[in-house]
């Protein structure tokens, strides 16, 4: 069983930025599989990022060229930086880890590949 945790959600304006964090346990966290994701009330769980073992990402369009995802294996953490935040980015954002790494590219970015979650944090951005 793997504990996951997130942390660093808040409020902040648009135009902002805010940093997650996400730890997991585990001898093998530098093989995980770690994506994060995010969800407004009503609406499906919406892929974000991910990094994968070797250090490659990949990202919604929408967070392209903002949000920043990396690793540091000797902390178990990964962390999301987005900047320039605007009010569509508003959500719950949950962290998720699988780690078994086999798994393409595609299903890397789906939430069912993913076997152990966060609890969440709120991620609010005002206008």
């Known amino acids: 069983q793997v504990q996951v945790g997130e942390s660093g959600g808040g409020l902040v304006q648009a135009g902002g930025s805010l940093r997650l964090s996400c730890t997991a346990s585990?001898?093998?966290?530098?093989?995980?599989?770690v994506g994060w994701f995010r969800q407004v009330p009503g609406d499906e769980r919406e892929f974000v990022a991910r990094i994968a073992w070797d250090y490659t990402t990949d990202y919604t369009d929408s967070v392209k060229g903002r949000f920043t995802i990396s690793r540091e294996n000797p902390k178990s953490t990964v962390y999301l930086q987005m900047n320039s935040l605007k009010p569509a980015d508003t959500a719950v954002y949950f962290c998720?880890?699988?780690?078994?790494?086999?798994?393409?590219?595609?299903?890397?970015?789906?939430?069912?590949?993913?076997?152990?979650w966060g609890q969440g944090t709120q991620v609010t951005v005002s206008s």
């Open positions: 998720a880890v699988r780690p078994n790494p086999s798994y393409t590219r595609t299903e890397s970015m789906s939430e069912a590949t993913y076997e152990y």
């Open positions: 585990g001898r093998t966290f530098g093989r995980y599989l």
